[in-house]
C-alpha cells in the first residue's frame, strides 16, 4: 500500500493557461474523489468516480474543470483557461469498494495563478 | 444546503490536557469520518463513524446521528495533535459527495 499519489505537488501558472493534474489511487480502491481547499476552509467536493464512471460531480465544477478516469485507476483534473481564483490546494482521495470504507487523501497538488 | 458546523473553531491546550470537538450538522447524514490535517497539509483519517463509539489509543469518537452531532475526543494530547481537525459527513447513501464541517484548529504547546 504505496498510499494515494499526486503529481505535480506544485503548479504555477498564468492566467488563462491550462493545467491537468493526475491522482494515482491505493491499488484496488476503485472510488475516487476531487476536492478543492482554499487557505482557511475546509476541502470542498468537486466529483467521485466509482471506476472509470463519473457519479457525482459538484456544481463548483465550472464548464472550465473536466474530471477522467479513463480505465478506472488513474484519474486526471483539467483545468481550461485558468482564473486568479482557481489557486488552491486540490486533493484526491480513494476507498475501496463496499460500505464503511475510509477515504484516503494524497498530499495534493498546490495550484497558484500568476 | 446542509450546514456542518464545528466548535470550537480554535483550541489551544497544554500537552497533557483533555479536550472535546464537537460536529453538528443540519439534516440527516448517511456517513460521518474524523479527519485530521497536520501542519503540513496532510489529510488523515481518524474514524469512519455514522454511529456509535470508536476508540483509537488516546482518540474516540461518538455519533449520535438522531441529535445530528459527533464528538471526538482527546485524551493527555500530545504535540504533534496540533494541526485542523475535520468532520465530513455524507449527504445521502450511496452518492459518497462528502460535506467538510468548519473545521477546528487545535495548537497543543509543550
Known amino acids: 500500500d504505496t498510499g494515494v499519489s499526486q503529481d505535480p505537488r506544485h503548479k504555477i501558472t498564468k492566467r488563462g493557461q491550462n493545467v491537468t493534474f493526475r491522482c494515482d489511487p491505493i491499488s484496488e480502491h476503485n472510488r475516487l474523489y476531487w476536492y478543492r481547499q482554499t487557505l482557511g476552509q475546509g476541502p470542498e467536493f468537486l466529483t467521485y468516480f466509482q471506476n472509470e464512471a463519473q457519479l457525482e460531480k459538484s456544481r463548483l465544477l465550472s464548464d472550465r474543470f473536466s474530471a477522467e478516469r479513463p480505465k478506472g485507476s488513474f484519474s486526471t483534473l483539467e483545468i481550461q483557461r485558468t482564473e486568479q481564483g482557481d489557486s488552491a490546494m486540490y486533493l484526491c482521495?480513494?476507498?475501496?469498494?463496499?460500505?464503511?470504507?475510509?477515504?484516503?487523501f494524497g498530499d495534493g497538488t498546490r495550484l497558484s495563478i500568476l | 444546503g446542509i450546514q456542518v458546523e464545528q466548535s470550537p473553531p480554535d483550541l489551544i491546550l497544554q500537552e497533557g490536557a483533555n479536550s472535546t470537538l464537537r460536529c453538528n450538522f443540519s439534516d440527516s447524514v448517511n456517513n460521518l469520518q474524523w479527519f485530521h490535517q497536520n501542519p503540513w497539509g496532510q489529510l488523515i483519517n481518524l474514524f469512519y463513524?455514522?454511529?456509535g463509539t470508536k476508540q483509537n489509543g488516546r482518540l474516540s469518537a461518538t455519533t449520535v446521528a438522531t441529535e445530528r452531532y459527533s464528538l471526538l475526543y482527546i485524551s493527555s494530547s500530545q504535540t504533534t495533535d496540533s494541526g485542523v481537525y475535520f468532520c465530513a459527513v455524507e449527504l445521502s447513501s450511496g452518492t459518497y459527495k462528502y460535506i467538510f464541517g468548519t473545521g477546528t484548529r487545535l495548537k497543543v504547546l509543550a
Open positions: 482521495a480513494s476507498s475501496a469498494k463496499g460500505g464503511n470504507q475510509p477515504q484516503h
Open positions: 463513524i455514522p454511529s
